[in-house]
C-alpha cells in the first residue's frame, strides 16, 4: 500500500517566517502533485513535479522532488497571511489514481 | 481559465435514497475521477474513467457506487442507497490524459445523510 506522511501536521507561524513541509513515502511515484485546499472547497493544484531531482518555483514557494522520486518538500519564504491554508501532497503511483498525504494545516498570523 | 465544476454545492438525504451527484469536467480533458474526503480526514479515490468505461476503483467503490458519462459534458456519480457513512466531500477531478498528467479538482459537493 502507496502512503504519503506529510509533516509537520500543524504549523502557526508569524508573518516573515520561513517554513518547509515535507512529503516523505517508502514508495517510488511517477509524478507530485502539491495541492492547497481551503474549508469547504477543492484541492487547488499548485505544482507537479515530475523528474527526480526536480526544483521548482512558483513566486515565494519553492517545490523540490527527491531524487528517488520518494519525497518531496514545499519551501515558502516569507510566510503571509494569505498563504494560510491546508497543504496537500499527493502522487501518482503508475495507475491513474492519486494518493494523497495527511495534510499540513499552515496558520500565519499577521 | 476553463474549470471543472460540480453540481449541486450541498445534498441532504435520508438514509437508503438514492443520489446523483453531477460534474462536468474540463472540455479536452479524457480521464475523470471521484474522490471523497470525510470530514477531518485523507481525500480518497474512489473510481477514475476512460474512454466511457471504469479504469480503476477503490475498495470504496463497491456495488452501490456507479458513474456515468450520459452525454459529451456530464460526469456523474450515483450512489443507489445512501449510508451515513456516506457521507463526505465528493469531488470529481478531471485530466488530459491518465498516470502522471496532472489533475484538476472541482469545488465538491457536500453530502450529509441522516
Known amino acids: 500500500t502507496q502512503l504519503l506522511e506529510q509533516s509537520p501536521q500543524f504549523l502557526s507561524i508569524q508573518e516573515g517566517e520561513n517554513l518547509t513541509v515535507y512529503c516523505n513515502s517508502s514508495?517510488?511515484?511517477?509524478?507530485l502533485q502539491w495541492y492547497r485546499q481551503e474549508p469547504g472547497e477543492g484541492p487547488v493544484l499548485l505544482v507537479t513535479?515530475?523528474?527526480?531531482?526536480e526544483v521548482k518555483k512558483l513566486k515565494r514557494l519553492t517545490f523540490q522532488f527527491g531524487d528517488a522520486r520518494k519525497d518531496s518538500s514545499l519551501h515558502i519564504t516569507a510566510a503571509q497571511p494569505g498563504d494560510t491554508g491546508l497543504y496537500l501532497c499527493?502522487?501518482?503511483?503508475?495507475?491513474?489514481?492519486?494518493?494523497f498525504g495527511t495534510g499540513t494545516r499552515l496558520q500565519v498570523f499577521p | 481559465e476553463p474549470e471543472v465544476t460540480q453540481t449541486p454545492s450541498h445534498q441532504v438525504t435520508q438514509m437508503g435514497q438514492e443520489v446523483i451527484l453531477r460534474c462536468v469536467p474540463i472540455?479536452?480533458?479524457?480521464?475523470f475521477y471521484w474522490y471523497r474526503q470525510i470530514l477531518g480526514q485523507k481525500v480518497e479515490f474512489l473510481v477514475s474513467?476512460?474512454?466511457?468505461?471504469?479504469?480503476?476503483k477503490s475498495e470504496i467503490f463497491d456495488d452501490q457506487f456507479s458513474v456515468e458519462r450520459p452525454d459529451g459534458s456530464n460526469f456523474t456519480l450515483k450512489i443507489r442507497s445512501t449510508k451515513l457513512e456516506d457521507s463526505a466531500m465528493y469531488f470529481c477531478?478531471?485530466?488530459?490524459?491518465?498516470?502522471?498528467?496532472?489533475?484538476?479538482f472541482g469545488p465538491g459537493t457536500r453530502l450529509l445523510v441522516l
Open positions: 477531478a478531471s485530466s488530459v490524459a491518465g498516470a502522471v498528467e496532472t489533475q484538476y
Open positions: 514508495s517510488v511515484f511517477s509524478s
Open positions: 513535479v515530475v523528474t527526480g531531482g
Open positions: 499527493a502522487g501518482a503511483g503508475g495507475t491513474d489514481k492519486l494518493i
Open positions: 472540455s479536452n480533458h479524457l480521464y
Open positions: 474513467f476512460y474512454n466511457n468505461e471504469i479504469s480503476e
